[in-house]
Every structure is written in C-alpha cells, then in structure tokens.
C-alpha cells in the first residue's frame, strides 16, 4: 500500500551534517504517521524521530535531541531528517517508516519500512 525509498546517506566527519530524505508512493501520505529508526551491526534497531500526520508534532531520542530536525511535505510525498553535529556513535542505517494515524517510538508498531541508507561518520 505504501512504498518508502530513503537516500541521503553517506561519509562524513565527526561534526558534519546531512540530510536523509524519504520518497513515498501513493496519493495518501498524509494518512500516515512517519518515523525514523536507525540499526547499527551487532545492535536492535532504535528510534530516531517521529512525526504526526500534519507534521504539527514531533518527537526525538534524548540522544539527538538539539542536533537532528525530522519535517514533512505532504505536497510532495517526502519525508526529511536533518543531522547536525554528528558523531562516530551515529554511525548506522537510517530507516523511514510509516503507520496509520498516530506515530509510535516502537519499531514493532510501524507497518512499511524503506529499504535503509547507510550513515558513516569518521572520527
């Protein structure tokens, strides 16, 4: 029902920036309540952000709080999660994910799941 491709990723250095973007097929996006999630080897998979349906709330992990921003643009089907300050610790795959209506910090709650970008930050 509905299609997630992320892109953005790549390597920086400790203290850089970049900006993840989520693609989503259809015409309902904004149905949808959107997160996203990051797994490194070795570890469960962990919550990143998350945001409502009209993009009016959202939600952080404590350890990103202040340095990454996650918005939406219903007009366009996208999903964004802007990284500042970044650090060796975030080094991962970065996911986007939806469910219906109301956003969850648990991956178990979110129904479609992009493919993943890998996020490398060098010391």
């Known amino acids: 029902q509905v299609q997630l491709v992320e892109s953005g990723g790549g390597l920086v250095q400790t203290g850089g920036s970049l900006t993840l973007s989520c693609a989503a097929s259809?015409?309902?996006?904004?149905?949808?309540?959107m997160g996203w999630f990051r797994q490194a080897p070795g570890t469960e998979r962990e919550f990143v952000a998350a945001?409502?349906?009209?993009?009016?709330?959202?939600a952080y992990a404590d350890f990103v709080k202040g340095r990454f921003t996650i918005s939406r643009d219903n007009a366009k089907n996208t999903l964004s999660l802007r990284m500042n300050s970044l650090e060796p610790e975030d080094t991962a795959v970065y996911y986007c994910?939806?469910?219906?209506?109301?956003?969850?910090?648990?991956?178990?709650?979110?129904?479609?799941w992009g493919q993943g970008t890998q996020v490398t930050v060098s010391s």
């Open positions: 945001i409502t349906m009209s993009g009016g709330s959202t």
């Open positions: 259809g015409r309902t996006f904004s149905a949808y309540a």
């Open positions: 994910a939806a469910r219906w209506a109301v956003y969850s910090t648990r991956p178990q709650s979110y129904n479609y």
